[in-house]
T-cell receptor, first 114, second 116 residues
Framework: EAQVTQNPRYLITVTGKKLTVTCSQN?????MSWYRQDPGLGLRQIYY???????DKGDVPEGYKVSRKEKRNFPLILESPSPNQTSLYFC?????????????FGEGSRLTVL | AQSVTQLDSHVSVSEGTPVLLRCNYS??????LFWYVQHPNKGLQLLLK??????LVKGINGFEAEFKKSETSFHLTKPSAHMSDAAEYFC??????????????FGKGTMLLVSP
């Protein structure tokens, strides 16, 4: 089954404790992206990747890192989480570097930073 | 720069009545437009898309949207709401950059509430 898989789905952590949210897709998609969703703000893009070893900042990259060492995986790293990073995070992928807009989303990772 | 405005943060309808979710956009070129749906505790799912073919686009679950360039609108409609339509809906515009790649801009979402 074609899917985007995120882990963990739920996480509570404390300020400053490094964490990684994994994202994996099995559709051989070139494009992958991370979004955060906050009430009243919709979805905001954190980072995206057009292909392996090619990443770029989205609208709200501060406090986050990503890597794209292989096509299927695109982990999101919070080196030193802070409470303002409490949010619902979505990973998404799309076929082709020239984004058509047809994104496939994971089911989300709800992160709470105390 | 492109932008998307969803005119209502919440829309309430009764089951069996029509649904109208409004979306206006601005774009430098000829955009592609999309509607996504998000059910509770789920990721977003593509509902329908417009990519410069027919201006009336049909999607899944009986939804459709009409692209009106003169009004820069892409409103989502459904003739008869079902309880299972209760969800949040996002209008999205995709625009081509000079680099040849596209960017996506999401609206802030409209929560559709359906009462029995």
């Amino acid at each position: 089954e074609a899917q985007v898989t995120q882990n963990p789905r739920y996480l509570i952590t404390v300020t400053g404790k490094k964490l990684t949210v994994t994202c994996s897709q099995n559709m051989n998609h070139e494009y992958m992206s991370w979004y955060r969703q906050d009430p009243g703000l919709g979805l905001r893009q954190i980072y995206y990747s057009m292909n392996v070893e090619v990443t770029d900042k989205g609208d709200v990259p501060e406090g986050y890192k990503v890597s794209r060492k292989e096509k299927r995986n695109f982990p999101l790293i919070l080196e030193s989480p802070s409470p303002n990073q409490t949010s619902l995070y979505f990973c998404a992928s799309s076929l082709g570097g020239r984004l058509t807009g047809e994104l496939f989303f994971g089911e989300g990772s709800r992160l709470t930073v105390l | 720069a492109q932008s998307v405005t969803q005119l209502d943060s919440h829309v309430s309808v009764s089951e069996g009545t029509p649904v109208l979710l409004r979306c206006n956009y601005s774009s430098s070129y000829s955009p592609s437009l999309f509607w996504y749906v998000q059910h509770p505790n789920k990721g977003l799912q593509l509902l329908l898309k417009y990519t410069s073919a027919a201006t009336l686009v049909k999607g899944i679950n009986g939804f459709e949207a009409e692209f009106k360039k003169s009004e820069t609108s892409f409103h989502l409609t459904k003739p008869s709401a079902h309880m299972s339509d209760a969800a949040e809906y996002f209008c999205v515009v995709s625009d081509l950059m000079a680099s040849g790649y596209s960017t996506l801009t999401f609206g802030k979402g409209t929560m559709l509430l359906v009462s029995p």
